[in-house]
């Protein structure tokens, strides 16, 4: 099964508008971490933004927030004031403490296409 | 000067050739990661190392080796490379001590083709 869903292959959005883009994971830990990652043209993995399971508030990193629902599991990446170097490939990835070892969960990512 | 680094950025091989993929760090974390990308699809984790007599198998293991030759570096080899290994491969570390948030720096990747 899938642990990490994002069901958006492809987004469109105007520059200097918000864009969300959506992840869920499946998880029966109750200690977890949720990462977005960007990854540009070039190729490299940039992290953005990380929520702990346990944080009460959504974390926010500038133009990021995550929208944190832990409830419905999903774990949504805000971005404000689109720019166009905001067009790249997010991924949504998640980290499970107590299943022994060690593991990070990637998404398969969603594309942002950023219109001028 | 970049924080994780991995040689080389490109490389083509042939089918049955010996592969070193190469990773350094500076940023001073212990736990060092290798993993691979395929076209549409996540990262996958092949190995990782928690410290400089740890090595721990990944997701896909299989067909892969690694090095930890130091804190600082961390090595992925391709025994006899096949096709199927044609990838972007990316070097990871993180500091210790920081579950749940553990967060992964990446390199800039290394882009292999096995013809």
């Known amino acids: 099964a899938q642990k990490i869903t994002q069901t958006q292959p492809g987004m469109f959005v105007q520059e200097k508008e918000a864009v969300t883009l959506d992840c869920t994971y499946d998880?029966?830990?109750?200690?977890?971490?949720l990462f977005w990652y960007k990854q540009p043209s070039s190729g490299e993995m940039i992290f953005l933004i990380y929520?702990?399971?346990?944080?009460?508030q959504n974390a926010t990193e500038g133009r990021y927030s995550l929208n944190f629902q832990k409830a419905r599991k999903s774990a949504n990446l805000v971005i404000s004031a689109s720019q166009l170097g905001d067009s790249a490939m997010y991924f949504c990835?998640?980290?499970?403490?107590?299943?022994?070892?060690?593991?990070?969960?990637f998404g398969a990512g969603t594309r942002l296409f950023v219109k001028a | 000067d970049a924080d994780v680094t991995q040689t080389p950025r490109n490389r083509i091989t042939k089918t049955g050739k010996r592969i070193m993929l190469e990773c350094s760090q500076t940023?001073?974390?212990?736990?060092m990661y290798w993993y691979r990308q395929d076209p549409g699809l996540g990262l996958r984790l092949i190995y990782y190392?928690?410290?400089?007599?740890?090595?721990n198998k990944g997701e896909i293991s299989d067909g892969y080796s690694v090095s930890r030759q130091a804190q600082a570096k961390f090595s992925l080899s391709l025994e006899s490379a096949i096709p199927n290994q044609t990838a972007l491969y990316f070097c990871?570390?993180?500091?210790?001590?920081?579950?749940?948030?553990?967060?992964?720096?990446f390199g800039p990747g290394t882009r292999l083709t096995v013809l």
């Open positions: 990871a570390t993180s500091e210790t001590g920081t579950e749940p948030t553990d967060t992964q720096y």
């Open positions: 998880t029966s830990d109750q200690s977890y971490g």
């Open positions: 929520q702990g399971s346990y944080d009460e």
């Open positions: 990835a998640m980290r499970e403490v107590n299943t022994g070892g060690f593991k990070t969960i």
């Open positions: 940023k001073g974390h212990d736990r």
């Open positions: 190392s928690f410290d400089v007599k740890d090595i």
